[in-house]
């Protein structure tokens, strides 16, 4: 049986196939906690998770907060506006006061890539990361591929289309790493200012010129934010012009194979990335993302507390 | 496998120890009404398949069966977390008001029990549990004993007992690893 040894969960590409797929079966045991009268183990009862969150976030930080309550560990919630990161204080800072506090995991998430890289080495419990910049992000990206699981059976072989501002997202990334070692075949399309150079050596990435090239016999269509906080207003001419060439809808969808699956890792911007008719159609699993997202993170901190130090 | 090992029980031993298993619990039980059995991962899930299914010989009517894996309810995780798989526990029925027999392949600390019964009792309120087990080795560290026992086998700590399925989940034999 596999064991997964690692510490911390920074990066899906720091992780083997093993691990991933040792994430993602634990899940899927896990998932049946969730649907009990009585939600709760008592697995990590007396561990400490902070969540720092330096950035906003509805569905991580709950989920994360969500998922250690339901393993019996006692969870904090810190958000940069209500704390002393606003007063001045640095990352490292905060992170050796709140390490004075004897917490087993922080739960972070930052708007820096690779900050918590810089804090790992500094700090002696678990980190996890929620989220940092335009890096990772491990979580979102090991729920999409249970999804995808819970749908097919598998990973191997899927054609998987990702659509929209690649360069910024962490979804992009965490998604392209973990399929990518699970043998999924991963077709990207985007305009071409938000498609990073380089990006086809990650793994079996192809990157495509046009929208309906990538959607062509895809078993799943996953459509990424427009992350308006992030952009400059030199991207893209209008949400309207996006929207009219990268955005999903009741025609192009039917490119991909039939009932393909249709995700987003949210929020979504209605109307622009996809138009609503597909969002609450029946071909979306946004929902059920939400919902795999608590037993992924379940998965993950139980995991973590396991791990020795690298 | 290198240590000296000897067969306590071969496949056919242990089919008579589960029909008996079986009718004792419907002897005790005066019946199948409200009996459900749980197997505790995995040992003991594929031995309450066969209690099951014997009973079910007996009686005609089917008892049902679900299957719970403890790894989340260990005392061991308290500190350093150690590795251990997460299995599924499949209990697609509630268990208030039932009468829950709880079967396990080996007793020996009776943790897993302690664990087990842990677990249970986030399922609902049960009349009651009663234990089964196809081998009692001894050395208890827990208030436990099981109400229905396939076989006594007095052992030493240093020894190593197991109940050996083949791939179709069917016990073939119990050996004794010393």
């Known amino acids: ?13 720091d992780l083997t196939k093993e691990d991933i797929e040792l994430l993602i079966s634990t899940a899927e045991n896990m998932r049946e906690i969730n649907s009990r009268d009585i939600k709760k183990v008592p697995t990590l009862r007396g561990k400490t998770i902070i969540n720092l969150f330096y950035e906003a976030s509805t569905r991580t930080r709950t989920s994360f907060e969500i998922a250690g309550k339901r393993l019996s560990a006692d969870t904090v919630n810190i958000t940069t506006a209500s704390s002393s990161a606003t007063k001045g204080e640095t990352l490292a800072d905060t992170a050796l006061n709140l390490l004075a506090m004897k917490p087993d995991i922080i739960v972070m998430r930052h708007a820096v890539s690779g900050a918590h890289y810089f804090l790992a080495n500094k700090i002696n419990c678990s980190i996890i990361n929620a989220g940092d910049g335009a890096h990772e992000h491990p ?44 043998g999924s075949k991963v077709f990207l399309a985007g305009p071409p200012t938000m498609m990073p150079p380089g990006v086809e050596k990650l793994g079996d990435v192809t990157v495509c010129a046009t929208m309906n090239e990538a959607l062509q016999d895809a078993d799943v269509v996953m459509m990424l934010r427009i992350q308006q906080e992030r952009q400059g207003k030199t991207l893209m001419p209008n949400a309207r012009e996006y929207s009219r060439y990268f955005g999903l809808n009741p025609n192009n969808i039917k490119l991909a194979k039939p009932n393909a699956m249709i995700m987003h890792p949210g929020p979504i911007n209605r109307g622009v990335e996809m138009s609503s008719s597909m969002v609450d159609g029946d071909q979306s699993w946004i929902l059920k993302q939400v919902e795999n997202g608590v037993a992924v993170r379940m998965s993950m901190l139980y995991h973590v507390c396991g791990g020795e130090l690298e | 496998m290198s240590a000296e090992q ?108 302690r664990a087990a019964m842990d677990a249970l009792m986030d399922f609902g309120r049960p009349q009651s549990i009663q234990l089964a087990v196809l081998i009692d080795r001894g050395h208890r560290e827990l208030p436990i004993r099981a109400d229905f026992v396939g076989r006594n086998v007095p052992t030493s700590q240093k020894e190593n007992v197991q109940v050996v399925f083949d791939r179709s989940n069917q016990p073939i034999e119990v050996v004794l690893e010393k």
């Open chain 1, 1 to 13: 049986m596999a064991e997964f040894k690692h510490k911390h969960i920074i990066a899906l590409r």
């Open chain 1, 139 to 182: 979580s979102q990206g090991l729920l999409d591929m249970l999804t995808m699981k819970d749908r097919y059976g598998r990973l191997d072989g899927l054609k998987v289309a990702i659509v929209g501002d690649v360069t910024h997202s962490r979804v992009a990334r965490s998604n392209i790493q973990g399929l990518t070692k699970l």
């Open chain 2, 6 to 113: 000897t067969v306590l029980m071969d496949g056919a031993g242990i089919k008579r120890a589960l029909t008996r298993i079986a009718h004792e619990i419907l002897e005790r039980n005066k019946g199948v009404a409200d009996i459900v059995l749980i197997g505790i991962r995995s040992g003991g899930a594929y031995l309450a398949d066969g209690i099951a299914q014997q009973i079910s010989v007996i009686e005609g009517g089917a008892v049902p069966v679900g299957a719970i894996d403890i790894t989340l309810y260990r005392d061991d995780c308290s500190g350093h977390l150690p590795h251990h798989p997460v299995g599924k526990t499949d209990i697609p029925f509630s268990l208030e008001a039932k009468k829950v027999i709880l079967v396990d392949d080996v007793l020996y600390t009776g943790r897993t029990i």
